[in-house]
């Protein structure tokens, strides 16, 4: 089936690192995706993993992927005020549709 | 590229009237996609095209809501008659093959 699913809400304080969880369903997915969605906006792609990798370094990102447990991770090294938002993540599967988790809204506090 | 441009922005309109939401894709996307945002159901797939022909059509809550694509620059989502619960804010993306997809900026419906 499909379903991807992500916790609610992460608190963290300026300058320390935020991880932000992940787990799908379907391990025919061949890239997972992570969305930024800023308030009022709509959703920025901040980077992707192939179903292959296990790691994606991107600056301050780093993206892990347990495909045996199907869990992907998005660390952020040095949070910032301006990363508070929600992030997606979201597997692409074989039919080229993107499934969509349900969002965490990180808030970071000085 | 400008992105993906959506219009209007921001729309209220009166129980029962017909709304109307556009969108133009990134040129030489090949895909795009209508999603619904609300706090309850979060982001909901409604209706995806390949090519201009509707492929997925199974996320469109009820015969209402209808979606056409007559160019590959071009599409429209409508709602008639639109109904409270239809409130939402509405996202169009595009992406090619394989590729990450690309939103506009929304579309904030109220219906009241």
């Known amino acids: 089936g499909e379903d991807v699913e992500q916790s609610l809400f992460l608190s963290v304080r300026e300058g320390d690192s935020s991880v932000i969880n992940c787990t799908y369903t379907d391990s025919s997915s061949t890239y997972l995706y992570w969305y930024k969605q800023e308030p009022g906006a709509g959703l920025q792609l901040l980077t992707y993993i192939f179903s292959n990798m296990d790691m994606k370094q991107d600056q301050r990102l780093t993206v892990l992927l347990n495909k045996k447990d199907k869990h992907l991770s998005l660390r952020i090294a040095d949070t910032q005020t301006g990363d508070s938002a929600i992030y997606f993540c979201a597997e692409f599967l074989y039919t080229d549709k993107l499934i969509f988790g349900t969002g965490t809204r990180l808030q970071v506090f000085p | 590229d400008a992105g993906v441009i959506q219009s209007p922005r921001h729309e209220v309109t009166e129980m029962g009237q017909e709304v109307t939401l556009r969108c133009k894709p990134i040129?030489?996307?090949?895909?795009l996609f209508w999603y619904r945002q609300t706090m309850m159901r979060g982001l909901e797939l409604l209706i995806y095209?390949?090519?201009?022909?509707?492929?997925?059509d199974s996320g469109m809550p009820e015969d209402r809501f209808s979606a056409k694509m007559p160019n590959a620059s071009f599409s429209t989502l409508k709602i008639q008659p639109s109904e409270p619960r239809d409130s939402a804010v509405y996202f169009c993306a595009s992406s090619s093959a394989g590729g990450g997809y690309t939103f506009g900026s929304g579309t904030r419906l109220t219906v009241v």
């Open positions: 040129s030489g996307h090949d895909y």
């Open positions: 095209f390949n090519n201009n022909v509707p492929i997925d």
